[in-house]
């Protein structure tokens, strides 16, 4: 797999997915509101998710349609 292959972006945001569920995980809302580390940590997680989504290509997107998440399915 090299940088520009499609399936490295889709392995990304499946790592910063996992990543963003392991931060949270047994947190409350009221936890992640009140800690101002982990909320930007799981934010800036979240847009790494959208960077790397934005460069799938849309051959991609449509073989792996739930890649791109409920926004995108018109």
């Known amino acids: ?3 520009h292959d499609p399936l490295v ?3 990304h945001m ?3 997915s996992r990543e963003a569920v392991r931060m949270v995980r047994g ?4 936890e992640l509101d009140d800690d ?3 909320n930007l940590a799981v934010t800036h997680l979240v847009e790494l998710i959208g960077e790397a ?4 290509p849309r051959a991609t997107q449509k073989r792996y349609p739930t890649s ?4 995108s399915s018109a």
């Open 68 to 71: 791109r998440g409920p926004r």
């Open 1 to 3: 797999m090299t940088r």
């Open 9 to 11: 972006r889709l392995r």
């Open 53 to 56: 989504a934005g460069q799938v």
């Open 14 to 16: 499946l790592d910063y």
């Open 36 to 38: 101002r580390q982990l």
């Open 27 to 30: 947190k409350s809302r009221k």
